[in-house]
């Protein structure tokens, strides 16, 4: 099992900046990979960006450029940085990771608001 905790998010106007963090615990040696999602009213969870164990990140091309993504391994967290904001950014953000045995696993989630 693993226990995600998320902090951060918020309301920001457009332009600005925000930052998101994760902490993991539970079975930690498990984790392959972390990232987030973010989801809005009526629409599916779209993926936003993860960290895998060895480094490599991927980002969603609607956040590339705007977003980072870190992660900590001695800490187990992961974080999100988000600049240049814009409305449609506008979402529940939830923390995700995925273990060696591809089983998935969500924090609570944290709302965004970006306003214009």
């Known amino acids: 099992q693993v226990r995600l905790v998320e902090s951060g998010g918020g309301l920001v106007q457009a332009g600005g900046s925000l930052s998101l963090s994760c902490a993991a615990s539970g079975t930690i040696f498990s984790i392959k990979a972390m990232g987030w999602y973010r989801q809005t009213p009526g629409r599916q969870r779209e993926f936003v960006a993860l960290a895998q164990r060895d480094g490599r990140v991927e980002y969603a091309d609607s956040v590339m450029g705007r977003f980072t993504i870190s992660r900590d391994n001695t800490k187990n967290t992961v974080n999100l940085q988000m600049n240049s904001l814009k409305p449609e950014d506008t979402a529940v953000y939830y923390c995700?990771?995925?273990?060696?045995?591809?089983?998935?696993?969500w924090g609570q989630g944290t709302q965004v608001t970006v306003s214009s």
């Open positions: 995700w990771v995925t273990t060696v045995i591809y089983r998935d696993y």
